[in-house]
């Protein structure tokens, strides 16, 4: 019976003594790859032998002969190992230690996460979508995926859906949810059109919010852990929530922007056009009412110039313009500080 070498369970790795008919000394078992670890290439009349690569397990030095795929139960590679040559020079080794393959499994799992999570968001992207806004931010820097595409993807998707709910029910509760899902999935759609950036459904994404604010995390000093934290937290609002600041006051965009990056003249751009299209929207249906009265023309003809003022100081100006909309919000909603 062979005897065999094992690393704790927390190790994916078995050691095994080679059998004496074997060209190795040490088979190495191993669940994960090693990347970087080279087997050695022989030589012939055309290229010169070239030893692997140099392991040191313990106090002594190996050579890594080969890489064999394994049908052995729970295991996916193995790499044989000989007894260095002290005729070649050993210019570079890898250390075979528990630490340096801690580390080597943590990350060879944290690489198979990463390659179903993005599996994942491209299969359910018409509901990957409506993630909150720094988790989709964070997809994005984990798979490399453009998540911006995968909102886009999911705000068309809700769009179709209203289309076909409408007219479903007559329930009041279902047609005003069917209304919403329409107008949220079209300015969404619009916002991430206009900043190139991910944007999930606000229902989803203010009890995130929240959630992160209240999370438990281990401080590295409680008053410095909290100050990051919330200085992470407000940033996160900030941006999550920019087309709702984009109708606050001068001062509080001019604010946002020097303490958190928010872009306050997109901000701006992007509900005035919004608000430009509704206005003008109600403008052409009650049109049948200016001969009945004139006051019917008093809202949209304000919102249609408040609109295109805020926009001629946004793109001819370069400076954020808030909206008597966002006036009313702050009595009732504070923006980050």
């Known amino acids: 019976m062979v005897r ?52 040191r397990y313990g106090d002594k030095f190996y050579e890594l002969m080969r890489i064999e795929e394994t049908i052995e139960e729970g295991f996916r590679f193995r790499y044989g190992l000989r007894s260095w040559d002290s005729r070649h020079l050993i210019r570079h080794w890898v250390d075979y230690t528990i630490e340096s393959q801690m580390t080597n499994a943590a990350a060879h799992l944290e690489e198979i996460k990463t390659d179903r999570l993005h599996d994942w968001i491209l299969w359910l992207f018409p509901l990957a979508g409506f993630a909150p806004d720094p988790l989709q931010r964070e997809w994005g820097k984990k798979t490399g995926l453009n998540v911006a595409w995968i909102s886009a993807g999911s705000a068309l998707f809700g769009m179709g859906l209203a289309f076909l709910l409408r007219g479903a029910s007559q329930h009041t509760l279902f047609e ?26 606000p229902l989803l994404t203010a009890p995130y919010l929240l959630w992160q604010a209240h999370e438990h995390r281990i401080p590295r000093t409680p008053d410095r852990q909290k100050a990051v934290e919330g200085f992470a937290h407000r940033t996160d609002l900030a941006h999550s929530f920019a087309l709702v600041w984009g109708l606050y ?33 109600q403008l052409c249906l009650t ?6 009265t004139i006051l019917a023309l008093v ?33 009732v909603i504070q923006p980050p500080k």
């Open 299 to 331: 809202g949209p003809a304000y919102l249609v110039l408040e609109s295109v003022w805020r926009l001629y100081r946004a793109k001819a100006l370069g400076e954020p313009a808030g909206s008597v909309v966002g006036y009313a919000l702050r009595l």
């Open 249 to 281: 006051p001068r001062r509080d965009q001019i604010r946002l922007q020097l303490s958190h990056r928010y872009d306050g003249q997109r901000s701006t751009a992007v509900t005035a056009g919004i608000f430009l299209a509704v206005g003008l929207l």
């Open 287 to 292: 049109a049948p009412l200016y001969r009945v």
């Open 176 to 201: 005003a949810a069917v209304l919403y899902l329409a107008l949220e999935s079209f300015v969404r759609l619009f916002w991430i059109v206009m900043t190139g950036q991910p944007h999930g459904t």
């Open 4 to 55: 065999t070498t094992s690393l704790p369970d927390f190790i994916p790795d078995r050691i095994v003594p080679a059998a004496s008919a074997d060209p190795v000394e040490l088979w190495i078992y191993s669940v994960s790859p090693k990347y970087g670890w080279v087997p050695h290439s022989p030589g012939d009349r055309i290229r010169v032998d070239h030893p692997g690569s140099a392991i």
